[in-house]
């Protein structure tokens, strides 16, 4: 193709007189002009091109341009040049001058007259040049109007080049039905439709997802007999793909290779697109490992939808370990900005966000340019946690660095908000979108709608539900479902019933989802028989349940102790071959466990071992739950051991249920284990966990134990629970440090936190009994400044404890006692 290659480097010379400085009185450094830099690429006479440009050193500008000159007025036939030398409006433009000039125009311009003063459309050769560097630019219109006005040419001759430049750009843009027509014009103008031809329209099709079209145009190929091409193929395959049928692409890759047309690598990635699109995930992993087999080595697009298909199937270290071979220097195939993607995509998932924001770190200090979509994956990521400050971070970079943020961005910051319980906020965000001229879509309202109904706001919720409708946007399933979930977190059972009427009006058929967030709304609301119904209902309708739908039933069963009705629905989820997820069978095994048939709970945690995954953390903790409940406390601490050599990391819950377990069985020294476990593994203790530490403490006796969980309760104070704070008091002064015990009460008093009568009773109870009626009376005195009112019995407890104490001290208690409560009296 390249004939020759020109550099006028004499322009870079320090002497050339474009770069002589103005003189000056000032002693200044001397500022450079932009350098020209000038390449000529030739390929024939006729389509020259021109690489001009500069280099601006100052200002760290560049700028390259590519100029065709095409056919010249010196260059046309001698009758034409006499016709173009005699009128002064005849413009001897390059090509590339004409392009630019047209562009310039809008379509109500006079763009023929523009034309039919270019000396340059006597000759034919021009035509296709110019059809291609307009194509080019991906201006339809223009392209269409010059296109008409070539055809209205005496020299204008159809080509096969021109129109399949002309249906490619009609693919580009989505516009089947006009690349169709172009080839049917095409015949008329007897053109002969060739492979480059078929191989346009059949990507038209393929790019508006009509692979049927796609295959008859084939079969019409063949018919004129066209042989195909490897592109015809792919570019089929394509079709078949991109539109989710890959049990299609694969039978066309069939004939391909039956027809002696043999696969290359945009073929073996266009299947696995496929694949991906179609949510074959195992099929494409498989497929990947039948392409190790041959000659054709993968790239990053391959690898890209390799990673994609981990993910998807949460194989996240094997994607990880596919991202760092990519990094590695003798990898023939780097990653670029969608491997990174993918990769804090992975992150998000998984929820290891401060990795989202490694990744992309890096993948700046790597010299990749974060595109939009980029941004917006690491803004999801921050916005699915409800870290709405990262989320805000992100956002503002999106637009410090020249992005102008989409529809995606927005509705990825405003259900940041949502999730971190900011429903203003989320709306402060929805009017910005929609100031900023951007239409707020589905998902927008769906996101928006969470936002106000997870938090409580229910009734502005379904006002958004009729303003999307007035604004246009329909709702969808995920809009129903949505404000389901949000009626059955916040008990208002009457909306379900409105919500669901709503649904039917509008002709939205309700699908798994939304069935599965209506029956756990009604489940939660303790509403069974409508609950019950809505199933049937669901079952009518052909609508499949899942493992979801009868985790909700049997659970739902479980807390309103129909235990009966829960199993029932344990055998039907068996007899229709609904898989089973641990969740489910988690459900059950409590199930059992509250009827006492411990054996069965047994013989369900048995067969979930035996599957492939194994009980997670969820199942041992309902397990420990059932030992506990069967008072097998041997039982409990050996399964908790297994969760240890298995893998399980044990979560505060099982924690806390092992605990409870071990104090009920009277083997307090056990929780004290449990407990150095959990700091070991750093898992955080919540006031249920301090509470039977506590417990454990006070059966044992251990006083330096308990200062320790003293030591590491007291930040928590303020925000502690009167039952915790009561236990803590209790144990101390069980122990009989009543000294220790009032001062702690002091400082828990000190943050503020809220007292009542029952933690006072605590005080009292243990003052009495080491015998210190003086801070007895003192607190009782403490209750009445803080306006709670004390209990006759804690009056008659110091009273009887006045008749013991000796006739001294029994008048001043009863003084004491009658003084306090003559000014209760008052």
């Given at each position: 193709?390249?004939?020759s290659?020109?550099?006028?480097?004499?322009?870079?010379?320090?002497?050339?007189?474009?770069?002589?400085?103005?003189?000056?009185?000032?002693?200044?450094?001397?500022?450079?002009?932009?350098?020209?830099?000038?390449?000529?690429?030739?390929?024939?006479e006729?389509?020259?091109?021109?690489?001009?440009?500069?280099?601006?050193?100052?200002?760290?500008?560049?700028?390259?341009?590519?100029?065709?000159?095409?056919?010249?007025?010196?260059?046309?036939?001698?009758r034409?040049?006499?016709?173009?030398q005699?009128?002064?409006?005849?413009?001897?433009?390059?090509?590339?001058?004409?392009?630019?000039?047209?562009?310039?125009?809008?379509?109500?311009?006079?763009?023929?007259?523009?034309?039919?003063?270019?000396?340059?459309?006597?000759?034919?050769k021009?035509?296709?040049?110019?059809?291609?560097?307009?194509?080019?630019?991906?201006s339809?219109?223009?392209?269409?109007q010059?296109?008409?006005?070539m055809?209205n040419?005496k020299?204008?001759?159809?080509?096969?080049?021109?129109?399949n430049?002309?249906?490619?750009?009609h693919?580009?843009?989505?516009?089947?039905?006009q690349?169709?027509?172009?080839?049917?014009?095409?015949?008329?103008?007897?053109?002969k439709?060739?492979?480059?031809?078929?191989?346009?329209l059949?990507?038209?099709?393929?790019?508006?997802?009509?692979?049927?079209?796609?295959?008859?145009i084939?079969?019409?190929?063949l018919r004129?007999?066209?042989?195909p091409t490897?592109?015809?193929?792919n570019?089929?395959?394509?079709?078949?793909?991109?539109?989710?049928?890959?049990?299609?692409?694969?039978?066309?890759?069939?004939?391909?290779?039956?027809?002696?047309?043999?696969?290359?690598?945009?073929?073996?990635n266009?299947?696995?697109?496929?694949?991906?699109?179609?949510?074959?995930?195992?099929?494409?992993?498989?497929?990947?490992?039948?392409?190790?087999?041959?000659?054709?080595?993968?790239?990053?697009?391959?690898?890209?939808?390799?990673?994609?298909?981990?993910?998807?199937?949460?194989?996240?270290?094997?994607?990880?370990?596919?991202?760092?071979?990519?990094?590695?220097?003798?990898?023939?195939?780097?990653?670029?900005i969608v491997?990174?993607?993918?990769?804090?995509?992975?992150?998000?998932?998984?929820?290891?966000?401060?990795?989202?924001?490694?990744?992309f770190d890096?993948?700046?200090?790597?010299?990749?340019?974060?595109?939009?979509?980029?941004?917006?994956?690491?803004?999801?990521?921050y916005?699915?946690?409800?870290?709405?400050?990262g989320?805000?971070?992100?956002?503002?970079?999106?637009?410090?660095?020249?992005?102008?943020?989409?529809?995606v961005?927005?509705?990825?910051?405003?259900?940041?908000?949502?999730?971190?319980?900011?429903?203003?906020?989320?709306m402060?965000?929805?009017?910005m979108?929609?100031?900023n001229?951007?239409?707020p879509?589905?998902?927008?309202?769906?996101?928006?709608?969470?936002?106000?109904?997870?938090?409580?706001?229910?009734?502005?919720?379904?006002?958004?539900l009729?303003?999307?409708?007035r604004?246009?946007?329909q709702?969808?399933?995920?809009?129903?479902?949505t404000?389901?979930?949000?009626?059955?977190?916040?008990?208002?059972?009457?909306?379900?019933?409105?919500?669901?009427?709503?649904?039917?009006?509008?002709?939205?058929?309700?699908?798994?989802?939304?069935?599965?967030?209506?029956i756990?709304?009604?489940?939660?609301?303790?509403?069974?028989?409508?609950?019950?119904?809505?199933y049937?209902?669901?079952r009518?309708?052909?609508?499949?349940?899942?493992?979801?739908?009868?985790?909700?039933?049997?659970?739902?069963?479980?807390?309103?102790?129909?235990?009966?009705?829960?199993l029932?629905?344990?055998?039907?989820?068996?007899?229709?071959?609904?898989?089973?997820?641990n969740?489910?069978?988690?459900?059950?095994?409590?199930?059992y466990?509250?009827q006492?048939?411990?054996?069965?709970?047994?013989?369900?945690?048995?067969k979930?071992?035996?599957?492939?995954?194994?009980?997670?953390?969820v199942?041992?903790?309902?397990m420990?739950?059932?030992?506990?409940?069967?008072?097998?406390?041997d039982?409990?601490?050996?399964?908790?051991?297994?969760?240890?050599m298995?893998?399980?990391?044990?979560?505060?819950i099982?924690?806390s249920?092992?605990?409870?377990?071990?104090n009920?069985?009277?083997?307090?020294?056990?929780?004290?284990?449990?407990?150095e476990?959990?700091?070991?593994?750093?898992?955080?203790?919540?006031?249920?966990?301090?509470?039977?530490?506590?417990s454990?403490?006070?059966i044992?006796?251990?006083?330096?134990?308990?200062?320790?969980?003293?030591?590491?309760?007291?930040?928590?104070?303020?925000?502690?629970?009167?039952?915790?704070?009561?236990?803590?008091l209790?144990?101390?002064?069980?122990?009989?440090?009543?000294?220790?015990?009032?001062?702690?009460?002091?400082?828990?008093?000190?943050?503020?936190?809220?007292?009542?009568?029952?933690?006072?009773?605590?005080?009292?109870?243990?003052?009495?009994?080491?015998g210190?009626?003086?801070?007895?009376?003192?607190?009782?005195?403490?209750?009445?400044?803080?306006?709670?009112?004390?209990?006759?019995?804690m009056?008659?407890?110091i009273?009887?404890?006045?008749?013991?104490?000796?006739?001294?001290?029994?008048?001043i208690?009863?003084?004491?006692?009658?003084?306090?409560?003559?000014?209760?009296?008052?």
């Amino acid at each position: 193709m390249v004939a020759s290659l020109q550099l006028h480097s004499h322009l870079f010379s320090p002497t050339h007189p474009h770069t002589n400085s103005v003189s000056s009185p000032f002693p200044r450094k001397p500022k450079r002009k932009p350098l020209p830099l000038i390449l000529r690429c030739c390929s024939d006479e006729t389509n020259t091109k021109k690489l001009v440009g500069f280099v601006d050193y100052d200002r760290g500008e560049r700028q390259v341009s590519v100029h065709v000159s095409g056919v010249r007025k010196s260059d046309l036939p001698k009758r034409y040049q006499l016709r173009v030398q005699g009128d002064r409006f005849q413009k001897d433009w390059p090509i590339s001058e004409l392009v630019s000039k047209i562009l310039k125009l809008n379509q109500r311009e006079d763009i023929d007259g523009l034309l039919n003063r270019w000396a340059g459309r006597f000759s034919r050769k021009n035509y296709s040049i110019l059809i291609r560097e307009i194509s080019q630019t991906g201006s339809i219109d223009h392209c269409n109007q010059v296109f008409n006005w070539m055809k209205n040419q005496k020299n204008y001759c159809a080509r096969n080049d021109i129109y399949n430049m002309m249906i490619r750009l009609h693919a580009r843009h989505n516009r089947t039905d006009q690349a169709r027509g172009l080839f049917f014009e095409m015949q008329k103008w007897r053109c002969k439709p060739d492979a480059e031809t078929y191989n346009a329209l059949i990507s038209a099709h393929g790019r508006a997802g009509q692979w049927r079209w796609a295959t008859n145009i084939m079969e019409d190929m063949l018919r004129a007999a066209v042989p195909p091409t490897r592109s015809t193929y792919n570019n089929l395959i394509h079709a078949c793909g991109s539109s989710g049928n890959w049990k299609e692409a694969l039978k066309v890759s069939k004939r391909m290779t039956e027809n002696g047309v043999g696969p290359d690598l945009v073929t073996h990635n266009t299947i696995l697109s496929a694949f991906k699109t179609g949510s074959q995930y195992s099929k494409a992993l498989s497929y990947f490992e039948l392409m190790k087999g041959t000659k054709i080595r993968p790239d990053t697009t391959t690898l890209n939808i390799i990673i994609h298909c981990h993910i998807k199937l949460k194989q996240f270290e094997k994607a990880i370990n596919i991202f760092h071979s990519m990094r590695d220097k003798r990898s023939q195939c780097g990653p670029d900005i969608v491997t990174f993607t993918s990769i804090i995509h992975l992150y998000s998932v998984s929820g290891e966000i401060e990795n989202c924001k490694a990744v992309f770190d890096t993948m700046i200090s790597e010299g990749f340019k974060p595109n939009i979509i980029s941004y917006n994956t690491l803004l999801g990521a921050y916005a699915a946690r409800g870290m709405s400050e990262g989320a805000l971070s992100v956002f503002n970079d999106i637009k410090r660095n020249g992005f102008r943020p989409d529809v995606v961005s927005y509705t990825s910051l405003l259900n940041a908000y949502g999730r971190s319980g900011k429903p203003e906020r989320a709306m402060e965000v929805f009017n910005m979108m929609k100031r900023n001229n951007l239409k707020p879509n589905v998902v927008t309202y769906n996101a928006l709608i969470d936002a106000f109904g997870s938090n409580g706001f229910l009734p502005e919720a379904v006002e958004l539900l009729h303003e999307m409708e007035r604004n246009g946007v329909q709702p969808n399933v995920v809009s129903v479902s949505t404000l389901l979930a949000c009626c059955g977190r916040y008990g208002r059972n009457v909306k379900i019933d409105s919500i669901l009427a709503a649904a039917d009006s509008r002709g939205i058929c309700l699908n798994t989802v939304a069935y599965n967030s209506a029956i756990g709304s009604y489940m939660n609301g303790g509403e069974y028989d409508e609950a019950l119904d809505l199933y049937r209902l669901m079952r009518e309708k052909n609508v499949k349940p899942d493992s979801v739908t009868y985790n909700v039933l049997i659970n739902g069963c479980s807390k309103m102790s129909k235990y009966t009705e829960a199993l029932e629905f344990l055998d039907e989820m068996m007899d229709l071959n609904v898989t089973m997820s641990n969740e489910v069978l988690s459900s059950a095994i409590s199930v059992y466990s509250n009827q006492g048939q411990l054996l069965k709970a047994e013989s369900l945690f048995s067969k979930m071992k035996m599957t492939h995954d194994g009980p997670d953390v969820v199942a041992y903790t309902t397990m420990l739950h059932a030992y506990s409940d069967a008072e097998k406390w041997d039982d409990a601490f050996a399964l908790f051991q297994e969760m240890e050599m298995k893998g399980v990391e044990p979560d505060l819950i099982a924690c806390s249920a092992l605990m409870r377990a071990f104090n009920k069985g009277n083997q307090p020294a056990k929780v004290l284990v449990v407990a150095e476990f959990m700091q070991e593994r750093k898992i955080p203790m919540n006031d249920a966990i301090y509470f039977e530490m506590l417990s454990a403490c006070s059966i044992l006796r251990d006083w330096k134990k308990t200062i320790e969980l003293v030591g590491m309760m007291e930040a928590s104070f303020n925000v502690m629970s009167i039952g915790l704070m009561n236990q803590l008091l209790h144990c101390i002064g069980k122990l009989g440090k009543i000294e220790t015990m009032m001062k702690i009460f002091y400082k828990i008093v000190a943050t503020g936190a809220e007292i009542n009568k029952s933690t006072y009773l605590v005080l009292l109870k243990n003052l009495l009994a080491a015998g210190n009626w003086r801070k007895y009376l003192e607190v009782l005195q403490w209750m009445e400044d803080s306006g709670v009112e004390a209990s006759g019995d804690m009056y008659q407890s110091i009273l009887a404890f006045a008749q013991s104490s000796g006739p001294e001290y029994s008048v001043i208690i009863q003084n004491r006692v009658e003084s306090l409560r003559r000014k209760t009296c008052v």
